[in-house]
């Protein structure tokens, strides 16, 4: 469970560092369905203030993890009713979202807003799992 725990906190840095830690923190809890409207809000309002969002951008990231921080988070649960215990299992999910996210944040984000999502945490992250995801593909990145 630690090891889930810690992706969980990969995860967070999956939805640029908040959704994953509260469903990490809500599926150690009571096991009770995530109120994914709050994540997903709490996101967006971490965005806008980082990246300074202008109202239309605000909407289609709130749009973009409406629909899919329930579907992330649905297949993290499979893995774990699955009985995955290796890293690797939660490891792919995360890179795949993550993955994901990024694209669709870049076609979000002004120029300027994505260079300053690439040199944040979150971008340094992004480039640590492109390496993965490249090298899943059997290519190698630099």
């Known amino acids: 469970m630690r090891f889930f725990c810690s992706h969980m906190a990969a995860a967070a840095l999956l ?44 909407f289609k990231v709130d749009t973009l993890l409406q629909h899919y921080v329930p579907i992330y988070n649905e ?11 290796q890293a690797q299992s939660y490891q792919r999910v995360v890179d795949f979202w993550g993955d994901f996210l990024d694209n669709e944040y870049k076609k979000i984000f002004t120029e300027e807003q994505w260079k300053r999502y690439m040199k944040s945490y979150a971008g340094k992250e992004k480039k640590k799992r492109d390496k993965r995801l490249a090298a899943a593909r059997g290519e190698t990145v630099e």
């Open 15 to 58: 939805l640029c560092l908040g959704t994953g830690h509260c469903l990490a923190q809500q599926q150690e809890g009571s096991r009770q369905e995530p109120d994914y409207d709050e994540i997903a809000a709490k996101q967006v309002n971490e965005l806008i203030d980082r990246y300074k969002l202008d109202d239309i951008q605000a």
């Open 75 to 85: 297949e993290i649960r499979r893995v774990r009713d699955a009985g995955a215990s």
